[in-house]
């Protein structure tokens, strides 16, 4: 249980959170929301120590553990797999104590650390760190890689999965989805659902917290209230919140209104000054109800593009990828005008590939692309807000891009992607991610496409901005081509879906409920990785044929997977014998090294239980990828 008592939190001068008092109860997974600035961050790092409140008192169980994920990651030379292993401390410093011993020869502080490995489900953990790496998109050739030779998107990750694998009553996760696909975020969906531990994240993908949360708590003006159910059901109490304020709003004005003519009809009059009087206090005291603060939604929209042709852009048996091997081939796609496709496909399935090559920044190494001669681009990629120029200003970016435009032209351009006044001449690296990205497609827009390449636009973007970009891109009469990993966005823009998968492009059949229903079954080992459609218009006969020609090709992978999974048994029985005997004080009282055998035989069959798991997870990607 986690109580706040009379808490209050403030950044600089400002206040973002007063006399907040509130009890999250064990087992709850709560959404954090609000706008950016609202005080989340602040919250959370207040939970884990690293700011002091102003006011008021955090109260936690003292032996509570708690796990968040850290927002940097250094070059280390460590593996992916060493680095997720070690957020398991306490089996770290196992393993630690374990290896001290053995160098120094004290049998019995070995037998005593294997004991506690055991006591901490220690002789799993790195199967189980394995899973975790495959679960977020690491590929199991990778898993040894160094952490230092990851990009920044991918130690990210690592850093969620090493907070996933500390044990935790208290989990902390601010923007997990942010540098995940879709694939990543259905997986992590699920195994927050299984956690049984209190947790706190904050998100702006609100079909990640409809999936997950089961309370919201929202923070706006300084003030934090929960509210029960998911991300819908805060919508829809909120929704009616601001119905019944705006009633007692109207009802207030009225009864103010009232007042007022009584006030100024009577108070010139002795025989009713005194009830004249009363009113005025009665007035000036109504100010203190139902006040509504409403705030304007914020909006913008893609310019109607110059010239719209019809065929766009064409792909025509066209390979492409890098260092002379292709990631995707016999590629056969065409944009036409005014098109809404999303883009689907596990990590690493070759989705930005595409986009590259469709924008014509990564070269074919086969095939041809043709595009007209009044295509224009408008392409977001996902390194686009780390290349604005540092110390340049929103306004000297837009000039660059600009020719001969009035000052004033861009200024006014500016200040409808709300970049006002003195706002427009700060420098990018003052803005806030979400800021920088804005500016970003404020850029964009004014080339004025007439197809948009957005691959992964929503990091950093608040609800608001979110919804914001999901109306513009509705009014946009332009192409679209869409990379997300938020499911709302793509779910309310996207007419149709292609899917990348084993090196290929086909349309998908579906929607994404559809695509989240097939990413389950590959994850239960049914269902090969294909489209939805990719039987139909099959008569029985072929179907049956194409079945049977897939089942005799997974054959072996099950066949290899069994054999492990009975090895692990086996291994999992005779490790929990041998443990049985360390347990007993009587084999570190008699003559010899009885004691000292048995913790080498159970250090000898704790690493062939992690190669007979790494042997079922080599199957199991194998069968993945049949």
Not at 74 to 99: C, I, K, Q, T, W
Not at 191 to 206: C, P, V
Not at 602 to 618: N, Q, S
Request: aromatic share 6%; glycine share 8%.
């Amino acid at each position: 249980m986690i109580a706040f008592r009379g808490l209050a939190l403030r950044r600089g001068g400002r206040v973002l959170i007063s006399n907040l008092d509130l009890t999250i109860h064990a087992g709850t997974r709560a959404g954090v929301v609000g706008r950016n600035g609202s005080g989340k961050s602040t919250l959370f790092a207040a939970l884990l120590g690293d700011l002091e409140a102003d006011a008021g008192v955090i109260e936690r169980p003292a032996k509570g553990r708690l796990a968040s994920v850290a927002q940097e990651t250094p070059a280390l030379p460590d593996s992916a797999l060493s680095f997720v292993l070690a957020g398991d401390a306490e089996l770290h410093a196992a393993h630690g104590a374990a290896a001290a011993a053995e160098q120094r020869g004290d049998h019995a502080a070995v037998a005593q650390a294997h004991q506690q490995i055991e006591a901490l489900h220690g002789y799993d953990a790195e199967a189980r760190a394995a899973r975790l790496l495959h679960g977020l998109g690491f590929a199991p050739d990778t898993h040894r890689n160094a952490v230092a030779s990851f990009s920044g998107g991918w130690r990210a990750r690592l850093n969620l999965a090493r907070a996933l694998m500390a044990p935790s009553d208290l989990l902390l996760l601010d923007e997990p989805t942010n540098h995940l696909d879709l694939d990543a975020v259905l997986w992590l969906e699920g195994w927050l659902q299984r956690y049984a531990g209190t947790l706190l994240i904050i998100s702006h993908d609100r079909e990640f917290l409809d999936a997950v949360c089961t309370q919201v708590l929202h923070i706006d003006s300084g003030t934090v209230r929960a509210y029960s159910g998911n991300y819908s059901a805060f919508e829809r109490q909120r929704a009616e919140q601001v119905r019944q304020l705006q009633a007692a709003r109207a009802r207030e004005q009225a009864e103010r209104e009232h007042l007022q003519a009584f006030i100024d009809r009577f108070k010139a009059k002795a025989t009713k000054a005194r009830q004249a009087q009363s009113r005025v206090k009665r007035l000036q005291k109504l100010g203190d109800t139902a006040i509504l603060r409403e705030s304007s939604a914020f909006q913008f929209r893609f310019p109607e593009p110059a010239r719209q042709p019809h065929a766009l852009l064409a792909l025509d048996d066209a390979a492409t990828g890098y260092a002379g091997r292709p990631v995707i081939a016999g590629i056969r796609r065409s944009v036409q005008a005014g098109e809404r496709i999303g883009v689907l496909g596990r990590n690493g399935a070759g989705k930005s590939t595409l986009v590259r090559a469709i924008v014509g920044e990564l070269p074919l190494q086969e095939g041809a692309r043709t595009a007209h001669r009044d295509l224009v681009i408008g392409y977001f990629a996902q390194h686009t807000v780390e290349s604005l120029c540092v110390g340049e200003s929103p306004y000297a970016h837009l000039s660059a891009i600009a020719g001969d435009a009035a000052p004033q032209v861009l200024r006014d351009w500016l200040g409808n992607w709300h970049f006002p006044g003195d706002r427009a001449m700060e420098p990018v690296e003052t803005l806030s991610g979400g800021e920088r990205a804005r500016l970003a497609l404020a850029l964009i827009a004014w080339r004025r496409p007439n197809l948009l390449v957005l691959d992964e636009p929503t990091n950093h973007l608040d609800l608001d901005m979110r919804e914001a970009l999901a109306d513009a891109l509705n009014e946009y009469p332009g192409a679209m081509l869409l990379v997300a990993h938020d499911r709302h966005l793509l779910g309310l823009v996207c007419d149709r879906f292609w899917l990348v998968h084993d090196g290929r492009v086909e349309d998908f059949d579906g929607d994404l409920d559809d695509y989240a229903a097939l990413q389950a079954a590959l994850a239960r080992g049914t269902a090969p990785i294909a489209s939805a459609s990719e039987d139909d218009g099959l008569d029985p006969r072929e179907r049956r044929r194409r079945s049977a020609v897939q089942r005799e090709r997974e054959k072996p992978l099950r066949d290899r997977m069994k054999r492990a999974e009975q090895r692990l048994s086996e291994l999992d029985a005779a490790l929990k014998a041998i443990n049985a005997k360390l347990s007993d004080a009587a084999v570190y009282s008699g003559a010899g090294d009885a004691a000292t055998e048995l913790a080498r035989q159970a250090a000898t069959l704790a690493r062939d239980h992690a190669a007979a798991e790494a042997e079922w997870l080599a199957a199991y990607e194998a069968l993945d990828g049949a």
